[in-house]
């Protein structure tokens, strides 16, 4: 068989009808049990989870038995494998905390002293006989991981899927949870309750409720909408019922159920109507409105206005787990091996003698070594490290710039990089950087808080093109009373709306900064921004996100003054006003297209980035502007250069510039300008330039001061 051919794997598919029977000596008995466990099973929780081990594994079989071989040979002989394929490569000591932490403990390596009296490592009569089943077992379904591109039917890391495994007081802890979880689900696709799984587990009750969380977290379990004991149906009766005299409460569960009626609804479970009520009154425990519901409901007719289909009888089913549609395939497989690895059948005897003989054959392919060993580096990053800037990239990659739920980017990470527990994935996200946690206020399941990751991002200027909103202003403009059932049910649909929007958080950071007081925006009704709209929220937003500043006249003339401004000044002004983002020369070339802006600009130098330049708007000046000039009660001739701008003497210098500053701080030197234009002066400075220089008045600037700059006339 060529290592090509082994690249089809096919001894996982259809296990061969074997030859002879073949016994591989790894049947489970007393001899062959390690910590009350088969030892197949103990070498594959152990070794299964990284492909770096199973490469390890197979780089030690080139090596003599009988010899510890120092870690260094080890990890040169790795990279030998790969030959001249790309990759990472194991060093000495990552093989040595292999071997400690996961090979040793399964009884597969063991530590020595080699002929050099260093530390050395080598394989035990266990691991000479089981290492390369388990090798031959679970490269091909680690390559399959490596190249499936099915997302219905998805596969896992191993690090994922098996998890870490442990030894506490002479039993494992970690891999065989999770194991007998996936069998138990299997055996029962309707799901099972969190009593149905203690009940066909024999693991401790603690390190199912502990590893569940954990499937949970990374997305391989799920738990089923709970079937709710209380179902309402929805009738024409609901009119009957006048809102106004309820308590507020209960308007507001009295105004969903006609909401969920009025879009064809006709039956209701308590949870499911529950949960959008806790979306619209904050504050208020779900018992707590349940109980008065309740307790309403007993008075008069009302039982027959909103009669129950299913009475409860006062009991409640419990969630029910599943195993998640797009990893059941996957596995099922991977159990299917676990069965297969003690199945003392001859079918799976020869199954196990192929998987044996596709190891070497898989080795001998330098690729596929290279792909393995980078596959385990991806997968072994540890969250915890904040000098690990290359996850920190990772995840940032993985961030939407719409946002996203922090429960949803962990399956994201977990799937495509390894195994990182939720609760340290939710803590170090925050410490990352270029990325924030909102924490927002019932807009998580059941009105919980929600933790929703942001990354740092400069939205369009046109980002209200992209709004979902469009066309639909009514419901995000709702007046502002908590009790009012039809406000509290627009600000409900609004917020539909604003979670499923791309540009929600350019149009949350812009509320902010303008002050809204009333409005929806950004999934947060600023009628109650006290409750829905926290102060480490909004810092975030307003440290990450980034908005693009349109210019317009509108915005732009406010801060225009009759006598014009300083371009730089101008832009520092806009800027810290709005809250927006514009760099300078995008800033300049909008003002550019404006037609109601004037710019004048001149060859000095401003500073070492920008050319000076006066941002002027139309306007009007007095005939007696000149009763205003700073220049009034000064000699004439000061303003007449004595040399001329070609051969310019430092004394004569000197008074330019002097003479320039008095212009620029004059309330009239754009009228003084215009006035020197229209009588076509050629010697004198007025407003600022130097008429004799040409380079600083140009066609434009006598343009744009015509264009731009009036003055009475005398008649």
Not at 28 to 47: I, Q, R, S
Not at 197 to 202: K, S
Not at 327 to 353: C, G
Not at 442 to 460: C, D, E, P, T, Y
Request: proline share 6%; net charge neutral.
């Amino acid at each position: 068989m060529s290592s090509q051919e082994a690249l089809q794997y096919d001894f996982l598919d259809v296990p061969p009808e074997p030859e002879a029977s073949v016994a591989l000596d790894v049947m489970p008995g007393a001899e062959h049990v390690l910590f009350g466990l088969p030892d197949v099973w103990v070498a594959m929780y152990y070794a299964g989870n990284n492909p770096a081990k199973l490469v390890t594994l197979s780089a030690l079989e080139h090596f003599p038995s009988e010899v510890f071989v120092d870690p260094s040979d080890v990890a040169k002989h790795t990279k030998e494998m790969q030959a001249d394929a790309p990759g990472w490569s194991n060093t000495p000591t990552q093989i040595i905390g292999y071997c400690r932490k996961s090979l040793v403990p399964a009884d597969l390596v063991e530590f020595g002293e080699t002929k050099h009296d260093t530390e050395g490592i080598r394989l035990t009569e266990r691991g000479r006989n089981i290492g390369s089943l388990i090798v031959g077992v679970l490269t091909p379904t680690e390559l399959r991981t490596i190249e499936n591109g099915d997302e219905d039917n998805k596969r896992l890391p191993l690090q994922v899927a098996v998890g870490r495994t442990s030894r506490h007081r002479g039993k494992l802890r970690g891999s065989t949870t999770r194991f007998d979880i996936y069998e138990a689900l299997l055996r029962h696709p309707e799901g099972l309750s969190s009593q149905g799984i203690f009940e066909n587990v024999t693991v401790a009750q603690p390190n199912v409720v502990m590893a569940t969380r954990e499937l949970l977290n990374t997305g391989i379990i799920r738990n089923e909408d709970r079937e709710e004991s209380n179902v309402f149906a929805l009738t024409d009766r609901l009119d009957e019922i006048d809102v106004n005299q309820c308590p507020p409460d209960i308007q507001i569960i009295i105004e969903s159920m006609k909401h969920y009626r009025s879009q064809g609804t006709t039956q209701i479970s308590s949870k499911q109507l529950l949960d959008k009520v806790a979306t619209l009154s904050h504050g208020v425990l779900r018992t707590e409105m349940s109980s008065r519901f309740s307790g309403w409901r007993r008075w008069a007719n009302r039982a027959e206005l909103i009669p129950l289909l299913e009475p409860s009888g006062g009991k409640k089913q419990r969630t029910r787990y599943t195993i998640t549609s797009e990893y059941q395939n996957f596995l099922s497989e991977l159990v299917h091996i676990k069965q297969m690895l003690v199945d003392p059948s001859p079918t799976a005897e020869a199954w196990r003698k192929d998987a044996q003989r596709q190891a070497g054959l898989l080795f001998a392919d330098s690729h596929i070594v290279a792909s393995l060993m980078g596959f385990a580096k991806t997968n072994t990053t540890v969250a915890s490290d904040k000098n690990n800037n290359a996850w920190g990239e990772k995840v940032i990659e993985a961030i939407p710039v719409e946002g996203i739920d922090v429960a949803a980017l962990h399956r994201k990470i977990v799937d495509a990089y390894g195994d990182i527990q939720y609760r340290s994935f939710l803590a170090r996200l925050p410490q990352l950087p270029g990325i924030g946690v909102l924490q927002r206020p019932g807009l998580g399941k059941r009105g919980h808080n929600q933790s929703f990751a942001i990354k740092a991002h400069k939205f369009s200027a046109d980002w209200t093109q992209d709004a979902a909103c469009a066309g639909r202003s009514d419901i995000f403009l709702p007046q502002y009373d908590k009790t009012d059932p039809a406000s509290l049910q627009k600000v409900a649909q609004a917020k539909e709306i604003c979670l499923s929007c791309p540009v929600m958080l350019p149009c949350l950071k812009t509320a902010m900064n303008k002050g809204e007081q009333h409005a929806v925006r950004g999934a947060v009704w600023f009628g109650n921004r006290k409750a829905e709209l926290p102060k480490q929220m909004a810092d975030t937003v307003l440290k990450l996100v980034r908005v693009g500043m349109k210019l317009s006249t509108p915005k732009v003339m406010p801060f225009i003054p009759r006598e014009g401004i300083d371009a730089v000044t101008l832009h520092h002004r806009l800027v810290a006003s709005s809250g927006e983002e514009l760099s300078y020369s995008d800033f300049i070339n909008q003002l550019r297209n404006l037609p109601e802006i004037g710019i004048l600009e001149t060859s000095a130098e401003h500073d070492d980035e920008h050319p000076e330049m006066l941002i002027l708007k139309e306007a009007f000046f007095s005939r007696a502007w000149a009763d205003n000039a700073s220049c009034r009660d000064m000699d004439p001739e000061v303003f007449y250069p004595l040399s001329s701008p070609q051969c310019i003497k430092p004394a004569a210098l000197q008074q330019v510039e002097s003479v320039k500053r008095i212009c620029n701080q004059c309330p009239a030197k754009l009228p003084c300008l215009k006035a020197a234009i229209d009588a076509k002066e050629t010697d004198a400075i007025r407003g600022g330039i130097w008429f004799a220089n040409n380079k600083e008045l140009t066609q434009d600037i006598r343009d744009t001061v015509r264009r731009m700059v009036h003055v009475q006339s005398r008649h």
